[in-house]
């Protein structure tokens, strides 16, 4: 079975500032995706940013990008210039490929301080 | 291009009653999840839907399940509510698989 830990629950930032979420997984698979979703008080989950497992590459989505570290298990959130509107529960995501079931971390709650 | 969509936003059960949730994906998309979301259990995968049938579970009672019809709308029903049932039921769709779950905003359940 496959776990997502998130080890921070709770982080807050100064606006404009960077900050990194973390967040390990365990697998004995190869192939999977990797993903953080955002999810505001209006509660809709908004896909910030995906990974796939056989890319190197790190993936970037404006001012979000991540460092996966696939023989760490470790794929950490990158927020650069923060802003208030970031303000929400981050969680981390993992779902095998050819399987649409996402394992989800328990969420970190990050508080943008004007 | 429309959301995925939820219905009802809200709904207050009492215990041993029955519920039925329905969830349109975006148009096109032919892959339906569903999750539930508590305080105390977080997130967790109910089942997955693609073309009328279900593909995968998640480790939930019987008293939890779901269908899909030939418009790739989803429904799902819990039967005999007990407290604990009480959640946030997200619906999420997709294109196909691997490609990223798009979700609603979600049905809020309370039990009473």
């Known amino acids: 079975a496959q776990t997502v830990t998130q080890s921070q629950p709770e982080m807050s930032v100064q606006e404009a500032e960077t900050v990194t979420l973390s967040c390990t997984y365990d697998?004995?698979?190869?192939?999977?995706?990797l993903f953080w979703y955002k999810q505001p008080p209006s509660r809709q989950m908004i896909l910030v940013i995906r990974?796939?497992?056989?890319?190197?590459q790190n993936a970037t989505e404006n001012r979000f990008s991540v460092n996966f570290q696939k023989a760490a298990k470790s794929f950490s959130l990158k927020i650069s210039d923060s802003q208030l509107g970031d303000t929400a529960m981050y969680f981390c995501?993992?779902?095998?490929?050819?399987?649409?079931?996402?394992?989800f971390g328990t969420g970190t709650r990050l508080t943008i301080i004007p | 291009k429309a959301g995925v969509t939820q219905t009802p936003r809200y709904l207050i059960k009492t215990r041993g009653q029955q519920v039925t949730l329905s969830c349109s994906p975006i148009?096109?998309?032919?892959?339906v999840s569903w999750y539930q979301q508590t305080p105390g259990q977080g997130l967790q995968f109910l089942f997955e839907?693609?073309?009328?049938?279900?593909?995968n579970k998640g480790n939930f009672p019987g008293r939890f399940s779901g269908r899909q019809f030939s418009n790739s709308r989803s429904e799902m029903n819990v039967s005999t509510l007990e407290l604990g049932d009480s959640a946030l039921y997200l619906c999420?769709?997709?294109?196909?698989?691997?490609?990223?779950?798009?979700f609603g905003d979600g049905t809020r359940l309370s039990i009473l």
């Open positions: 999420a769709s997709s294109l196909v698989q691997g490609q990223p779950q798009h």
């Open positions: 697998t004995s698979e190869n192939n999977y995706y």
């Open positions: 990974q796939e497992a056989y890319k190197q």
């Open positions: 995501a993992f779902s095998l490929r050819g399987n649409e079931k996402l394992t």
């Open positions: 148009s096109g998309h032919r892959s």
């Open positions: 839907y693609f073309s009328e049938t279900q593909r």
